[in-house]
């Protein structure tokens, strides 16, 4: 799942590509090296972050907890663990997935919301 800090005025994957190539100094991402949810960020900034600063982290704790904070605009990560601070906390703007489904049924996926034909699901 995308989620973004509820602090950017965004609430779908284009309104955060406008914003982003009209602020990319202030729009960054958390990655995880090594990660799955570090190649779904990946394609996803490749195709709509590009030139936006990256943040790697050491594990998705630090990098769920700077998010949460603020320090960082956005990364992926897995449903599962995030769902409960998405409700709470962060902005689940989309799904990586080309459909939606289970937990994220609510969200739509980043292809329907603003870029065509994205699709990051890794079996």
């Not at 962060?90 to 939606?100: F, I, K, N, P, Q």
Request: proline letters at 7%.
């Amino acid at each position: 799942m995308l989620v973004i800090h509820p602090s950017l005025p965004v609430h779908s994957v284009a309104e955060f590509d406008r914003l982003r190539q009209g602020q990319s100094d202030k729009v960054n991402y958390a990655f995880v090296p090594g990660t799955v949810g570090h190649i779904a960020t990946e394609l996803f900034a490749k195709t709509a972050a590009s030139g936006s600063p990256k943040i790697p982290y050491k594990g998705n704790g630090d990098a769920l907890g700077n998010l949460i904070g603020g320090h960082v605009s956005m990364m992926v990560l897995a449903i599962v663990p995030i769902i409960g601070n998405v409700r709470r906390d962060l902005a689940g703007a989309a799904v990586t997935s080309g459909e939606r489904f289970g937990a994220a049924a609510r969200r739509a996926p980043i292809a329907d919301s603003g870029l065509p034909g994205f699709s990051a699901v890794i079996r």
